[in-house]
């Protein structure tokens, strides 16, 4: 899924496709995963004390079928934050299949040399 490409005249280089989520569509994703009772949710007082400007990139992601009447959901590891020693902090939560396309988004990383 992610690829480095150099461009030969060293001005641009691609690190990758990136997914993330903003605030605002971790926050209702959460609230949808807590409405709909899914096995990973955030509380809600954790979300509320993030910055509502970040985006909060996606580290790792795994599809998990439903059981029980429930969902199949894609099951997402996200970075929301560092702590004091500078180490990521990890939240995990889980979004139904169909709304991943509202909720999670794409980006390109480049870096210019």
């Known amino acids: 899924m992610s690829t480095l490409m150099l461009k030969p005249n ?21 609230n949808r995963a807590i409405r709909l ?11 509320k004390s993030l910055d509502r ?11 998990d079928g439903g059981y029980g009447g429930r969902p199949d959901v894609i099951r997402y590891v996200i970075t929301t934050d560092v702590d004091g020693d500078g180490d990521p902090v990890f939240c995990h939560l889980d979004i139904p ?5 509202s909720d999670v988004f794409k980006t390109v990383l480049e870096m210019k040399p």
């Open 97 to 101: 299949v169909k709304f991943t396309g």
């Open 53 to 63: 400007d970040k985006k909060f990139p996606i580290s790792f992601s795994l599809f």
């Open 10 to 30: 060293g001005n641009i280089v691609k690190l990758g496709e990136v997914e993330y989520l903003t605030w605002k569509s971790l926050n209702r994703a959460n």
């Open 37 to 47: 009772d899914l096995n990973r949710q955030i509380k809600r007082r954790y979300i």
